[in-house]
């Protein structure tokens, strides 16, 4: 009897054995999986088919795809927080004849910091965020971009409470690198759309930031442009270049007046110096924008900004902000031209900062 169970008590142990081992592998492996998870903690969201990711470098190397879902647990609850954005005190009557007001300080090239500029945007211009419920139109998503507002989220370890900027808002939901930020984020904002047509429609889903119906100024100062509409395609026309974009683009010109205000215009407005992130899609301005922004008196953290009209892939852009301080952490495009943005984050923003 005794002979009959040493066998099977040797294999009992050796099993126990193998098996402890193979545990021990198991959890090795898991925990270098969950370690590389950590690192690449974007692909874990949705993103649209088609699109690529590309670190720092721009010249077709290191490409990874990015796929999957947003995961429940990080959708439901936030998004069912209750959520009343900031507002503040309008004093309407503090420049009566504020058209005229604005007009002298045009015709005099006041910088940005203009203190009566800040004033006539900030009474008069800007508009305060809705209290009413959303009317969005497709209220079910979460996700509206086109793959930027993921990445984001997760570089900036999906922190609560931040503040954006998007300007080329469109109708305040096709394409928006904001509006999750808004809904799940809890995040204050601002909206800058030139179009008046679009600036309608965004106003009618209700949504909860502050905007404004104006161009964003690709000069130091403010000014008044034409505005050619065309929903997605529209721009300010100021110049001879963007005269002759609008040439080649447009056979017919739909043009209205619209005030141009530097961004730094607006931040003093808004009594903000930390804009978390900044979406920045004006139809071939982007850069001549940028070079108006005083760094070193506005801290943003970071930034879409679209690319595909500025020539040489970005290239100039990229050169203009790393002398900034900024590095590329990400290019987003699609094959049918839907989106072409640089992501770019300030040096010393680590992953999950807040800085």
Known sequence: MKSYYKPWLLACILGAVVLTYTMSKYNEVLTELQTQRAKFDAIEYKISPGIIGQSASL??????????????????????????????YQDKAAIPDYKTKLQKLIDQQVPADNPDLVKIIRNHYIEQPSQEPYNLLNPER?????????????????????FYVECGALNGEKGSNSLFFERVRKWNGLLIEGDPTNYAELKKINRKAFSINACISPRATPFKAKFHKAFNMGRA?????????????????????????????????????????????????????????????????????????????????????????????LKVSKDNWGVNDLIFRKKGVADGSTI
Request: proline fraction near 3%.
């Open 142 to 162: 979460v996700d509206y971009s086109q793959g930027q507002t993921p990445f984001i989220d997760s570089r900036l370890n999906y922190m609560e409470g931040g």
């Open 59 to 88: 010249d077709g190397k290191q490409r990874i795809s990015v796929s999957g879902t947003f995961e429940e647990n990080r959708k439901v609850p936030k998004m069912l927080k209750e959520f009343k954005p900031e507002s503040f």
């Open 237 to 329: 026309i100021h110049d001879e270049q963007s005269e002759n974009w609008v040439k080649r683009i447009h056979k017919n010109k739909d043009l209205v007046e619209i005030e141009c205000f530097p961004l730094y215009s607006l931040m003093l407005a808004l009594n903000r110096t930390t804009i978390d992130f900044f979406s920045l899609d004006v139809e071939g301005d982007e850069v001549n924008v940028l070079k108006t922004i005083p760094f070193d008196k506005l801290n943003i953290k970071m930034m879409t900004v679209e690319y595909a009209h500025g020539g040489a892939g970005g290239a100039d852009m990229q050169r203009f902000l790393q002398s900034k301080g900024y590095e590329v952490v």
